[in-house]
Each structure stands twice: as C-alpha cells, then as structure tokens.
C-alpha cells in the first residue's frame, strides 16, 4: 500500500515537470515520504496547479511549516504538507527561502486556510508571505522582538 | 461604542471583548466582536495567551525526552500526541514497534478519544445550560482516568506511549477493568442521548447554528468531528492507517446538515466507534508478548539485563546520557486526534537533539473557521460555535 502510494506521488512529480518544465528542482524520497522541492518564484502557481488539476486533487492544505537550517545559506526551508482527501494521498511541497530580508508567495489565494498557518510561521520565523491580507503576529505579544524559533535565537530568551 | 464606516454608510457597531477569561471560551481564547444590536459583524480571534513555546523547547532536549512536553499540549488527548510524536520519531528512525504494543497503543488512545468527547459533551451542555449532562460525563471520564492510571501510573500526564512502543506492561487486571467500562458505556451513551438528542431546548440552540459548506470547510484547512458532520468522510484512521489501524472494523460517523446539533450527533456516534474499537483490541492483545522493539540504543534496556549484561548497562547510560542520533531526514506523521488531523513533523540534523519539532494542531487549524460560522448570528450562536468546534487552548497556543 506504501509502495502504490510512492509510485503515485512520483507521478505528482513527472505532471509537475510537463507543466512546468522548471516546477521541479528536485524529488526528494525518505521514508516513505516525496517531497518535490519548487523553485520560490512558482511556488505559488504549483501550488494552484496541484489543486486544481483533477486527477492530482490536492484540495486540503493539511500543514505549512519552517526548518531554520542556520549557519547554511539558504537557511530557511518551507515545507507545505498538502492531502488530497479523495485520493488518499499526501505529498510536500518545499521551497528553500534566503535569510537576507525572507519572503516568500502567500498561499492563501490558493488555501484560504494557510492564513493563520502562515501567520504562526511569521510570528516565529520572521518570514514575510507577499499577498497575505492579514500579516500580524498571531501567538506572541505585538511588540515581541525576535523571532524565537530561529536556531540563533536562545531558549532562555534574549537577554 | 465605535464608528465604522461600512458600504451602506456610517453604522453604530459596539465591539465587545469575549475572554480571555470567559468561561465559554474554554480555556484563554479572546474573541473581539463586532456587533450589531446582538448580531455579529466581524470575530476576531486574538490568541496566544498559552504560548509556553514546546516547539522551542524541544530542540533543546533528546528525542526522548520531549515526549514528556507533548502530554501538555492538548490536555484532553495526552496519548494522542505521545502517539503522533512517536510515530514520527520512529519514522525517521525507521523503527518497527511489535503488534502487542501496537493494539495496546490503538486501546489507549481510542480510550482517550472517548474521554475527550465526554468532556466535550459535559462542558458543551454546560455552556448550553444543561448541567446534569456534565455530571454524568465526568462520572464516565473518571472511570477513564483511573484505567490510565493504573496503566500508567498517571491520571492525565502519562507519558505513556514511548519511542519503540509502551512505557509499561499492562497491569493485572487490565482486562477486567476495561471490559467493566466498555460493557457500562453503551447505555451511559443511550443516557446522555435520552436527555439532549430530542431536548427542545438543545435543539433549538444547536439546529442551524455555526453552519458552512463542505468546501469552505476543506479550504479553510477544517479536519475531524467538524468536516465529517459536513458529509467529507475523512478520518486518517481509515484514509492514512497508522498503528495497525487497518485491522479494526469500524465505521467513520458522518452528517450533512454541517451544524452544531450535526457536530454534537458525529461526536456521540464516535464514542459508540471508540467502545468497538476497544473491544476489538482487547481481543487482540495477548497476554504476553514484546512491548518495546528490539534497538538497543534506542529502547532503553530491561533493568534485570542491566545487572547481567554489559553492554546493555553500556546502552542505558547513552541513552540517558546523550540520548540517540536518527539519520538526517524528516518525517511527517498525521493521526485521527479526537478534534482532527495532528500531525507532527521532525526533522533530524544527525545530532542526538532534533533539529526542528512541529505540532499541527487540529483544534488551532479548525478555530481559524469561527469568524465564518458565526458571521450575522446572534452573541449566543458564539458560545455555541466556539463549543463545538472543540478547541483546546493549549493546543492552539503550544
């Protein structure tokens, strides 16, 4: 059952490649589990096209979240877990983000559910999602400096 | 009372601050209202008043030693994140856990399950102003607690489930004590429907309350009790099997009317899931059997080992020490939480500390719908959408 739902999600990979021949920098298998890694400037049109394309169906946007992989350069790794409920399928989606002034495509005109997902990301990586109407700090107090999930910020706090 | 300009013209709009102490609001959720006379304009959820920051500190503790942070997340399902952690630990670490440990895994959580829809159910029907109901919940729920306990040795914070499978053997006498309340909680439930399922007054609070449609749902990223009483009959135990789940027979309760009074019917059929599940599974539990995989290294070793072997000595003072090292990777592990898809993402650098530990939080995901439900009804309908959406605080705010 594993290895079918492999073999699909490989396929997820090749559609991606004929619609786009630069979506896919990279299909990474660990575990079970495909990651496609897409280029930042289409991130957000990849997303749609795994959305709205009916025999890929990814209609549930299940979790979006950030890997600070501080000193490398590019530090941050966005990964969005998407499911496709009638299929019974998952895949990620991971875009690599610079740590010079991060940015990256919201995903909420595609998900409107990626709103607080990525607002939580925001509040705690410091990453700025371009298109997000409702950007603010989501779990820490409005005036918080820092952003304490990064590895060079320290568990005990800033002193 | 504020001004607000709005398409028609100038508006008189009061806003109201609900919370962060307000007994609705179970627990430190703040909700600023607009409204309109009693009507609602706009909710906006203000949060954060629980961030305790686990994610954070799991980077700075061993593999193991975070699963103990996991049980304070979402208080009502300790298990269930001690299992959503494990499982992705072992995951990436590429570990088999042996059946026995499996089904007792698959009992407990499910025994949880049924735990923390009886709070639902208690503290919902108190919000409604039924308070009998609430009685009668944590009369069941104690029952619930005293098994973890003798399993665990804990009420609540059990800790139970562990990298490679379960704390502890099950003690003596489990198998009587759980068959005693599976056989009692069919007609408890029969109980609790005879005094809310055709009450006027419950019905008449819940029908047609806090509705949305199926797709806005699914777009707005809703799992569990709230997208299966919208007619969507996803629940990971069936579409993602986890923990040998695709041995059980059970069935995924759905409803189509997407209301409270919908929600409330899948969470009671869910419980009557939970009792099947059970007992399936302590059928299947053998009464002697491995509960722990066989990693060294890993698993810490059995104490009679220690006093004979040395290497086995050697592995317990890494373990505590040090802690193990999985392979560089990630994982991400989904399961079927009383509120929805939890999901739990690793990543591992190679180091004995995980490199980044992240929850998905069914009840966060699903509260970013409360602003839709309750958009033009009444102050009253708030109470009663917050209640069924199901949140629990500390896992919304980590």
Redesign the interface.
Known sequence: MTQLANANAKVVGERLRTWNAQAVAEIIE????I?IVVPKELLRSAANYCKVTPELNF?????V?????FPIEPRFEM?Y?LVS?PR?E?I?LRTNVSGQNPAVDSLMPV???????ER?VFD?FGIKFEGHTDLR?????DGFQGF??R?D?P?EGQR | MTTVETATGTAKTMVLNMGPQHPSTHGVLRVLLELDGENVVTAVPDLGYLHTGIEKSCEDKTYSQAITLTDRMDYLNPLGNNLVYCLAVEKLLGLEVPKRAQYVRVMMVELQRISSHLVWLGTHALDMGAMTVMLYCFREREEILKIFERFAGQRMMTSYIRIGGIALEPPAGWREMVKRFVDMMPARIDEYEALLTTNRIWQGRLKGVGYLPPDDLIALSTTGPGLRAAGVAYDNRKAFPYSSYEEFEFDVPTRTESDCYARYLVRVAEIRESVKIVRQAMDKISDAGAIKSDAPGIVPPQREKMKTEMEALIYHFKIFTEGFSPAPGEAYVTVESPRGELGCFVASDGSPKPLRVHFRGPSFVNLQALPFMVQGQLIADVVASIGTIDIVLGEVDR
């Open positions: 660990y575990r079970g589990e990651t209609n549930l946007l299940s979790d979240t950030c890997v600070d992989r990964n877990q409920i019974r998952r990620r998900w409107p559910g990626a709103n607080w997902l939580e705690l700090r989501i779990l820490l107090p304490p999930l590895r910020f568990t």
